[in-house]
């Protein structure tokens, strides 16, 4: 079949729920992909923040081959060892003292609603209402696209599930202010990726620790987007000095195998009982597999961590210097570690495709804000590649 008809027959056989480049993508190394045509791309999206480790990651890779021939799947009616040893690297390199796994940020997400509700019930306690920010994304099911305080993503999907008040993002006060006696969680981002890459001062989470200390209240941060490295730290709350009660991971976790994870303190997580919850898929031994060994990459080396922070730096300081030239069109550059965006005066789309044309990935969220999101062992030269594509591009918008 050749590529045109390929993408015809994905009109024809899949709901039109994505708006896609019209390319078919065939084959991913590092920090590049490659076209039916054989085309070359500078990969700066890295699935939305999935392959952190870059694309087929060599010991990724051979770990889930051995585990495919081994055992994918038998269900959570037994133990396995690939989930077993996931589990134990993540609450030995975070403040939590139990998971549970699942297949998404959502599922995450849903999980993480449902046991802040659990756990105020079986303290005969009527609290179930959580607060979460303006302009958050926290996932597409029904209960997270309620806790998303966002209105284009609940628009024809009403009724939504009760129980979210939303207040402005980086606004600790406002949090204050919202908390009723119905109140049981604050659930943020520790930086709004899908909302902007929007960085809240540095004492935000602090102020929100103590607000929700003061008020018996619990602390849910979703690090689907900021976890697993992408800041710099293995979990972004690690930046803050203070911990939450129950995160939520996913998107990295698995560098491309569908993985979330929800974690929490024991005194919280002893509220999920068998029958509680589950997933039938929830941390198979193949996929838990793959995370391991993304975990052991992070945790054993820090020189990833370590490239994440220093060309983060380096990034946002060659856009800012970009920004000087071009004031009119750059609003302003922010970023922690590699999740990184431009705010433009205008629309960002064209701005994308002529990246692409130009052979490199780039995202565009909340229509303006461009979005930089490579895999965490990028070099400067491909950096500057993309410096230099932006640069050739910057004059043509003008006109
Ligand atoms: C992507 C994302 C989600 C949703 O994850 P899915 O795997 O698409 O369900 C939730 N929260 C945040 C912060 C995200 O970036």
Known sequence: MSTHDILEESKKYIMNTYKRFPLLIVKGRGNRIYDSEGTEYLDFVSGLAVNNLGHCNPRVTVAFQKQAQRLVHTSNLFYTEPQIKLARLLVENSFADKVFFCN????????????????????????????????????????????????????????????????????????????????????????????????????????LRKICDDHGILLVLDEVQTGIGRTGKLFAYQHSGSEPDIMTLAKGLGNGLPIGAMLAKNSIAQSFTPGSHASTFGGTPLVCSAAVEVLKTLTEDENILDNCSRMGKYFIEELSKLKGRYPHLIKNIRGKGLLIGMELNIKGEDIVNKCLEKGVVINCTMERILRFLPPLDINQIDIDTLIDTLSEIFPSIEN
């Open 104 to 207: 998404s940020g959502a599922e995450a997400n849903e999980a993480a609603i449902k046991l802040v509700r659990k756990y105020f019930r079986d303290k005969g306690s009527n609290c179930h209402e959580i607060i979460t920010a303006y302009n958050s994304f926290h996932g597409r099911t029904l209960a997270t696209i309620s806790a998303t305080g966002q209105e284009k993503f609940h628009k024809g999907f009403e009724p939504l599930v009760p129980g979210f008040s939303y207040v402005p993002f980086n606004d600790a006060g406002a949090v204050e202010k919202a908390i009723t006696d119905k109140t049981a969680a604050i659930m943020v981002e520790p930086i709004q990726g899908e909302g902007g890459v929007n960085i809240p001062d540095e004492d935000y989470l602090r102020h």
